[in-house]
């Protein structure tokens, strides 16, 4: 120790120099762009029994806890990550996860149909994601009657699916039978019938939802005898063209 000298007995020249280096140093640091964030692959949810037991008898926190991940995950060290980059079978197993946990929950059917499902250019994960909906409707459909709704407009409009879009309108008239399902709702497949021509199907459906009693407000029952005359208008017409030389 009695080797070592102290600073002051450095000279100037060299204190100044080392103190320039190490300005020199930090100024570098500082001005350095930040190294580019490789994105993190979205992990597969952990196990059903293992998230039961993790929820500590709070099923429905944990459940709205793995929606709050699954949609922070497109946000990473303030980078917004693309939803397309996202492996979709994964999300749907995470969305899966969060509806096996709280089945009354309609949130991860919302973020389907309305987020993921809507995704502009990608034709399969749109796809993916209605028929997870469709899925999971047969579960409770007259709960979850929204969203296979929704999913009727984006097959129809979105994908220009009409065979599609009638299929889950079908469902919707077949299984989306209570009290508390607009009754608009079973009408989703005769105006898809109408659009696609279909005027003599459109007519037998339209026909026996009146005959079945269902529609109880006399207004709206009005409202449906109006579009059966006009389908009926429409296949005379029909009929008519077809039987000209």
């Avoid at 008898?57 to 693309?82: N, R």
């Avoid at 949130?107 to 809507?118: I, T």
């Avoid at 409009?157 to 608009?184: F, I, N, Q």
Wanted: no cysteine; hydrophobic share 45%.
């Amino acid at each position: 120790m009695r080797d070592e000298r102290s600073i002051a007995a450095v000279p100037a020249p060299a204190r100044a120099l080392l103190a320039l280096a190490l300005a020199l140093q930090l100024a570098w640091q500082v001005w350095q762009p930040p190294a580019p964030m490789r994105p993190q692959d979205l992990p597969a949810p952990p196990d059903l029994g293992a998230l039961r037991l993790a929820s500590l008898g709070e099923p429905v926190a944990l459940a709205k806890g793995l929606l709050i991940y699954l949609q922070s995950f497109d946000s990473q060290g303030g980078q917004v990550i693309a939803l397309r980059r996202l492996d979709y079978d994964r999300v749907q197993a995470w969305l899966n996860a969060s509806l096996a946990l709280d089945p009354l929950s309609q949130y991860p059917l919302l973020l389907a149909s309305r987020v993921y499902g809507e995704l502009h250019g990608d034709e399969a994960r749109q796809r993916q994601m209605l028929s997870f909906v469709r899925r999971q409707f047969d579960a409770d459909p007259n709960q979850r009657w929204p969203w296979l709704a929704h999913a009727v407009i984006i097959a129809r409009h979105r994908l220009k699916d009409m065979p599609l879009a009638r299929e889950y309108a079908a469902a919707l008239r077949l299984r989306a039978t209570g009290d508390k399902v607009p009754s608009w709702v079973r009408q989703m497949e005769i105006l898809l019938l109408q659009d696609m021509n279909e005027l003599e199907a459109a007519r037998i459906l339209l026909g026996g939802l009146i005959q079945s009693g269902q529609i109880k407000e006399e207004r709206e029952l009005n409202f449906l005898k109006e579009r059966l005359a006009e389908i009926d208008l429409g296949l005379g017409k029909s009929a008519g063209a077809a039987g000209k030389p």
